[in-house]
Nanobody, 126 residues
Framework: QVQLVESGGGSVQAGGSLTLSCAAS????????MGWFRQPPGRGREGVAA????????YYSDSVKGRFTISQDVAKNTVYLQMNSLKPEDTAMYYC???????????????????WGQGTQVTVSS
C-alpha cells in the first residue's frame, strides 16, 4: 500500500555532489517524519538525515552534518537528500524511510521507522 522509491544514485569522484530522491505513494511526507539511511559495504545500517515535516526540524548524523541536506517537495510528495563534498566513506546503499514513531528510540538507529525504500547505490571514488 505504501511504497517508497529511491532514485538518483550513481558514481562520483570525491568532492562531487549528488542528489537522491524518494517518491512516496500511499503516504504523505508532509504530515510526519522522513529520513535517509545508508549501509556501507560490510557494515550495518546507519542514520544519515531526518526531517519532522510538521515543523521542518532537521537532524543529521555527525558524519554528514554540513555536507548533506534533507528537504521535501510537498507538491511532488518527494523527499530529497542533497549530498555535497562527497567522500569515499560515503559509499553505501542509501535508503529512504518514512513515518518514525518509535517510542523511546533514536531516529538514527533505524527501529521505529515504519516504511522503507529498496535503496539506491552511491559510490564515491578517491
Amino acid at each position: 500500500q505504501v511504497q517508497l522509491v529511491e532514485s538518483g544514485g550513481g558514481s562520483v569522484q570525491a568532492g562531487g555532489s549528488l542528489t537522491l530522491s524518494c517518491a512516496a505513494s500511499g503516504y504523505t511526507y508532509s504530515t510526519d517524519w522522513m529520513g535517509w539511511f545508508r549501509q556501507p559495504p560490510g557494515r550495518g545500517r546507519e542514520g544519515v538525515a531526518a526531517m519532522y515535516a510538521i515543523n521542518s526540524s532537521t537532524y543529521y548524523s555527525d558524519s554528514v552534518k554540513g555536507r548533506f541536506t534533507i528537504s521535501q517537495d510537498v507538491a511532488k510528495n518527494t523527499v530529497y537528500l542533497q549530498m555535497n563534498s562527497l567522500k569515499p566513506e560515503d559509499t553505501a546503499m542509501y535508503y529512504c524511510a518514512a513515518d518514525f514513531d518509535g517510542p523511546g528510540t533514536q531516529w538514527e538507529n533505524g527501529p521505529g521507522w515504519v516504511y522503507w525504500g529498496q535503496g539506491t547505490q552511491v559510490t564515491v571514488s578517491s
